[in-house]
């Protein structure tokens, strides 16, 4: 029997008549990011409830949903539930969960609808080009909380769990550390006053602290855990009680003479009593002087008139919506993300009309609004989509700019009244490297 030899002619043409035969090479496509993955969820109260609860301190993503990349049975997410009530339970120090979140009817719910199957990503397309440039904080399991901008573009940053407060310089990228002079600082929310003396809530030790020039801290007890502060008029800096509820309490401190003064919010109609609460989240400052408030659970804003002493309440038409970080713009309007409803809302005080604006991503999950002071368009930070809105008011018009980074829960933004700049604290505890990141629209 004759073995036939292939010359080195053949033998080329038979290895390329093979690889043109074979597929084409794929990369194994991307996990599905945590916008995907709720939208496996069926929207409503249920789902609404489910994102106020479940979400708010880290992403939603293949992690969670399936570990290993395997489906949670029934009894592991019953597991997984009781687990974070635990951590977060309207009973712990901690009660950011709504007190009848409960691990059995959760467990079903879940298990019953991110079963099996093939989940692919679905990436938010971009509708406008920008310049992103991404920072790394100094230690990649801190928590960047939030930034500000401050008028010689450096940009501050609390570490929150580092205890420290950071000075980023944009040019060179370096971080310089501020130490706080208080034990375990615990600093969250930081904004500046009118000379551009930064000013921050500090949580665990129940203080507001300031940095003056000569590099001096002064700090001022307040009682209480805050989660947010606004620097006011008349040398006022105003504060909210978060876990405050029997009484719930916006407050402020006179920087001159030292007097905290505590203001009580109206009762909330179904969680004033019991465990839990409405969870005071944002204050923020209108034109008008007035001072603003979301409660996250509550579902209501509140505005204070501090000449008078007096309250006025508004509800969100949608419940549950999750109202967290909004903004007021210079007419007066109120902009707020509806976090769990995946909206935008406007808020007319004079009127009482709210307008619910529906985003162009699903299930973006938005957490913060800050009006661009230049031309008064939103910037709006996302929590599950890694992406950045832009909305227009004037137009009606969103643009999308999808982040660099997947798992860019984006906890605040700031903007750079000079250069347009906007600045993002991506704050997910458990998640990616700690980072914060520039947005330059083109």
């Known amino acids: 029997m004759r073995v036939g030899v292939l010359t080195p002619a053949a033998l080329v043409g038979a290895l390329l008549a093979s690889v043109a035969a074979a597929p084409p090479h794929r990369d194994p496509p991307a996990p599905a990011r945590s916008s995907t993955w709720l939208s496996r969820l069926p929207d409503g109260e249920v789902k609404r409830k489910f994102l106020l609860d479940c979400t708010g301190c880290h992403q939603f993503d293949e992690r969670i949903a399936r570990p290993g990349g395997t489906p949670r049975t029934e009894a592991q997410w019953v597991e997984a539930v009781a687990r ?208 603003w408030m979301s409660e996250l659970q509550g579902n209501r804003m509140v505005v204070l008139a501090p000449a008078t002493g007096k309250f006025q309440v508004f509800t969100l038409p949608t419940s549950h919506s999750g109202p967290r970080r909004f903004d007021v713009d210079a007419k007066g309007i109120v902009w707020i993300p509806a976090y769990s409803a995946n909206l935008l809302v406007r808020l007319d005080p004079a009127t009482g009309k709210f307008t619910e604006i529906e985003l162009p991503v699903p299930d973006a999950v938005p957490y913060v609004v800050r009006v661009d002071p230049r031309d008064g368009s939103l910037w709006i930070g996302t929590a599950a989509a890694d992406v950045l809105l832009r909305y227009r008011p004037a137009g009606g018009k969103f643009d999308v700019y999808p982040l660099p980074s997947r798992g860019a829960l984006v906890r605040h933004l700031d903007v750079d009244p000079k250069s347009g700049a906007v600045w993002l604290a991506y704050g997910a505890s458990p998640g990616i490297p700690a980072r914060i990141a520039r947005l330059v629209a083109d």
């Open 84 to 291: 974070m009530l635990g951590y977060a339970g309207a009973t712990t120090s901690f009660p950011v969960i709504a007190a009848d979140r409960q691990p059995a009817g959760t467990a079903a719910w879940l298990a019953r609808h991110l079963g099996s199957g093939q989940v692919r990503d679905r990436a938010p397309a971009a509708t406008a080009k920008a310049e992103i440039r991404e920072y790394p904080m100094p230690d990649p399991k801190d928590l960047p909380h939030d930034v500000a901008v401050e008028p010689s573009g450096h940009v501050l940053v609390t570490g929150m769990f580092t205890n420290l407060l950071y000075r980023l310089n944009p040019a060179t990228g370096t971080m310089a550390e501020i130490p706080i002079p208080v034990d375990q600082a615990n600093p969250r929310a930081v904004e500046l006053d009118d000379e551009g003396r930064p000013w921050l809530v500090l949580g665990m030790p129940g203080k507001l602290a300031t940095i003056g020039p000569d590099s001096q801290w002064r700090s001022f007890d307040v009682g209480l855990y805050a989660h947010s502060l606004a620097v006011g008029r008349e040398g006022k800096v105003w504060y909210n009680g978060h876990f405050t509820h029997a009484p719930e309490i916006l407050g402020s401190v006179d920087v001159e003479t030292r007097k905290v003064t505590p203001h009580e919010v109206p009762p909330h109609p179904s969680l004033a009593a019991g465990p839990g609460g409405p969870i005071p989240y944002e204050v923020r400052l209108g034109p008008d002087g007035r001072v």
